[in-house]
């Protein structure tokens, strides 16, 4: 019981056995022994650390947490950070991916999903238009209209692609940028840097699409004040210019023909205000957004594939995906056996219908790391350890015995967990009743 509650109630703890002994340099005094000998089963319990609510709810929760924390500092300033990045120029930016087929969306909007007028069938005997409303939860949101007529190859393609899009992407703002400032690209680095953080989304059509914060510092970084052309809307127009100009063309080979691949049409950049009115973005609730984002898994639920690699087909008609999201695995195996494209490695990457990027990814010097958020919590949490004072020496050996629970610890590891969420809503509840309480203190 104790051992789990010390991994916050992890679904997938790592098992180690072993030992690590601390001694004084100057006199070689033991100042500190522990081993896995006094432990349940002679092991330790370490945290597995996965990101994925599917996989650890409990992990997945402290990882939203670092995520939140390694966002807000880039736009608040803080761990290393300075606060003056507050006054800089920040956008939230959110592109999406092409059309590659009409699908079934969802009509909370009170429109529905498709409707043509005298549109007739396709080339597979299929209504082009559809008339119904479709609710968010409903299995048909996010499934082609017709899967023949789907552009299944291009949308692994583009997922493939889509790294080196957003590198391509990155290069034209600081292009567009130099030019209206009026010198060349290579110079940018003399007058401006540009950072950022984005995390990757599935929509419900399994295409991804990227949430950015990007800022524009001065050439030392976020230190450095920005250059007095550098302005939020000098950088709404590069973003919207680039957008429309980056594309990657591929050629690999006659089975698929050259294809473009651009990002969508759909483009949001809105600036982050110090001070935001009423329905503005704030700095919180943008870090949190991306946070919940990093967290989601790719299986039960999601458009994205499984939280696992498969390794045949068959493993690819057992996963529990819908009809569209195991067409687009087969298109990546199918794809991958092809030698011209054998650098893309959708073999690998079918699991995630061809994505091969990170989740989030983060410019250089936006902000700090989630090394360093590791660090400083794990030194935090034995500050007083001798392992941490000066003029001590550690000696460790360990050896990796295993992950998971047993039946019964992980019905203990399930009820901690759940006691965590049901602490946090009532936190949450307190709260909120506090800040209604004062905001109608002088009602009366």
């Given at each position: 019981m104790?051992?789990?509650?010390?991994?916050?109630?992890?679904?997938r703890?790592?098992?180690?056995?072993g030992?690590?002994?601390?001694?004084?340099?100057a006199?070689?005094?033991?100042?500190?022994?522990?081993?896995?000998h006094n432990?349940?089963g002679e092991?330790?319990?370490l945290?597995?650390?996965?990101?994925?609510?599917?996989?650890c709810?409990?992990?997945?929760?402290?990882?939203?947490?670092?995520?939140?924390?390694?966002v807000?500092?880039?736009?608040?300033?803080?761990?290393?950070?300075?606060?003056?990045?507050?006054?800089?120029?920040?956008?939230?930016?959110?592109?999406?991916?092409?059309?590659?087929?009409?699908?079934?969306?969802?009509?909370t909007?009170?429109?529905?999903?498709?409707?043509?007028?005298?549109?007739?069938?396709?080339?597979?005997?299929?209504?082009?238009?559809?008339?119904?409303?479709?609710?968010?939860?409903?299995?048909l949101?996010?499934?082609?209209i017709?899967?023949?007529?789907?552009?299944?190859?291009?949308?692994?393609?583009?997922?493939a692609h889509?790294?080196?899009?957003w590198?391509?992407?990155?290069?034209?703002?600081?292009?567009?940028?130099?030019?209206?400032a009026g010198?060349?690209?290579?110079?940018?680095?003399q007058?401006?840097?540009?950072?950022?953080?984005?995390?990757?989304?599935?929509?419900?059509?399994?295409?991804?699409?990227?949430?950015?914060v990007?800022?524009?510092?001065?050439?030392?970084?976020?230190?450095?004040p920005?250059?007095?052309?550098?302005?939020?809307?000098a950088?709404v127009?590069?973003?919207?210019?680039?957008?429309?100009?980056v594309?990657v063309?591929?050629?690999?080979?006659?089975?698929?023909?050259?294809?473009?691949?651009?990002?969508g049409?759909?483009?949001?950049a809105?600036?982050?205000?110090?001070?935001?009115?009423?329905?503005?973005?704030?700095?919180d609730?943008?870090a949190?957004y991306?946070?919940k984002y990093?967290?989601?898994?790719?299986?039960?639920?999601?458009?994205?594939?499984?939280?696992?690699?498969?390794t045949?087909?068959?493993?690819?008609?057992?996963?529990?995906?819908?009809?569209?999201?195991?067409?687009?695995?087969?298109?990546?195996?199918?794809?991958?056996?092809?030698?011209e494209?054998a650098p893309?490695?959708?073999?690998?990457?079918?699991h995630?219908?061809?994505y091969?990027?990170?989740i989030l990814?983060k410019?250089?010097v936006?902000?700090?790391?989630?090394?360093?958020?590791?660090?400083?919590?794990?030194?935090?949490?034995?500050?007083?350890?001798?392992?941490n004072?000066a003029?001590?020496?550690?000696e460790?050996?360990?050896?990796?015995?295993?992950?998971?629970?047993?039946?019964?610890?992980?019905?203990?590891?399930a009820?901690?967990?759940?006691?965590?969420?049901?602490?946090?809503?009532?936190?949450?509840?307190?709260?909120?009743?506090v800040?209604?309480?004062?905001?109608?203190?002088?009602?009366?």
């Amino acid at each position: 019981m104790e051992q789990v509650t010390a991994t916050g109630g992890c679904a997938r703890p790592v098992h180690l056995s072993g030992h690590t002994t601390a001694y004084d340099v100057a006199t070689g005094e033991i100042l500190r022994h522990y081993s896995t000998h006094n432990e349940p089963g002679e092991r330790l319990l370490l945290r597995c650390r996965n990101r994925r609510e599917t996989v650890c709810p409990s992990c997945s929760r402290l990882h939203a947490g670092d995520t939140f924390h390694l966002v807000r500092a880039g736009l608040t300033g803080g761990k290393t950070i300075p606060v003056s990045v507050r006054t800089h120029p920040r956008l939230f930016v959110t592109l999406t991916a092409p059309s590659f087929g009409p699908v079934h969306r969802t009509t909370t909007d009170g429109r529905r999903c498709h409707p043509r007028r005298n549109s007739g069938t396709c080339d597979h005997d299929r209504p082009r238009s559809c008339t119904a409303f479709h609710a968010p939860d409903e299995p048909l949101a996010g499934q082609p209209i017709c899967p023949g007529c789907y552009d299944y190859t291009a949308h692994v393609l583009w997922h493939a692609h889509a790294g080196e899009l957003w590198s391509r992407f990155v290069r034209n703002i600081r292009r567009h940028l130099a030019t209206a400032a009026g010198f060349k690209q290579s110079h940018f680095p003399q007058h401006a840097r540009l950072s950022f953080a984005k995390v990757a989304e599935y929509q419900q059509r399994a295409a991804v699409h990227v949430h950015a914060v990007i800022r524009l510092d001065g050439p030392a970084g976020p230190n450095d004040p920005p250059p007095l052309w550098g302005t939020a809307q000098a950088l709404v127009d590069a973003v919207h210019a680039a957008r429309r100009q980056v594309f990657v063309s591929t050629s690999y080979t006659p089975a698929t023909g050259e294809v473009a691949l651009r990002w969508g049409i759909q483009l949001d950049a809105r600036p982050i205000r110090t001070n935001p009115g009423p329905g503005g973005l704030t700095d919180d609730a943008i870090a949190a957004y991306v946070a919940k984002y990093v967290t989601k898994g790719a299986g039960s639920g999601s458009a994205g594939g499984t939280d696992y690699p498969v390794t045949s087909q068959d493993d690819i008609d057992r996963a529990p995906v819908t009809s569209h999201v195991r067409t687009l695995m087969h298109t990546c195996w199918r794809l991958g056996g092809l030698p011209e494209l054998a650098p893309l490695r959708l073999h690998a990457w079918a699991h995630t219908l061809g994505y091969r990027g990170h989740i989030l990814t983060k410019s250089r010097v936006y902000s700090t790391t989630y090394e360093a958020l590791q660090t400083e919590r794990t030194q935090h949490a034995s500050s007083a350890s001798p392992e941490n004072i000066a003029g001590t020496i550690t000696e460790a050996n360990w050896r990796y015995l295993g992950s998971g629970h047993t039946p019964g610890a992980a019905l203990i590891a399930a009820g901690i967990t759940q006691d965590a969420i049901l602490n946090r809503e009532i936190a949450r509840d307190s709260l909120t009743r506090v800040a209604w309480g004062r905001a109608h203190a002088g009602d009366e």
